[in-house]
């Protein structure tokens, strides 16, 4: 049986730490838009410098080139038990996309899993982050609180969207690692696969 999920959560909420354990554990393929882009631009595909050519110039890529490399992908692993989609889709009209596109694939969206915890949380954690990562993005409170503000207003509609589908499920985030995992297992091990 295949399983197809998409992992979804702001900046902080553990989806880095829970995709490798869900791959792992599931068997899965992890999707992540921002290994597919490097990947494609190192192999100098014709997508892939595509995307660059936007990357370069500051723009987002748009939509039709980002599906263009999941298609590449999923077309890499025909075999796969299922995949985990992990920073994608991030608009409504990327999640529409990717419907379509599974669709044609004959491999429904299982699960929309959204880790959640509270903005004062995240804060701490990619502060925490930021201390022992070097990553500037993580190291300014204001920067961080920018960043959940726009995950907030730009993608709470896909949850809504998958909310309809009645494909989504909230996940909280606080815990630990083990705990959090072990939530999203429940879910993904109750899943009614007859939808």
Partial sequence: MMLNIILFGA??????T???????????????????????????????????????????????VTLGL?????????????FIFDGFPRTVAQAEA????LKEKNMPLDAFVELSATNQELMKRLLGRGATSGRPDDS???VIQKRLDVYQSETSPVAAYYRQQNKSFAVDGIGTIEEVFNSICHVLDNLDHNN
Avoid: C
Wanted: proline residues 8%; charged residues 25%.
């Fill in 140 to 142: 300014n409170p204001a």
């Fill in 11 to 16: 900046p902080g909420t553990g989806k880095g």
């Fill in 70 to 82: 999941f298609r590449n992908k999923l077309d890499k692993h025909p075999n796969a038990k299922g």
């Fill in 98 to 101: 990717l419907d379509i596109l």
């Fill in 18 to 64: 829970q995709s490798p354990l869900l791959v792992e554990k599931y068997n899965l393929v992890h999707i992540s838009t921002g290994d597919l882009f490097r990947y494609e631009i190192s192999q100098q595909t014709p997508l892939g410098l595509e995307a660059k050519s936007f990357m370069d110039a500051g723009k987002l890529v748009p939509d039709q």
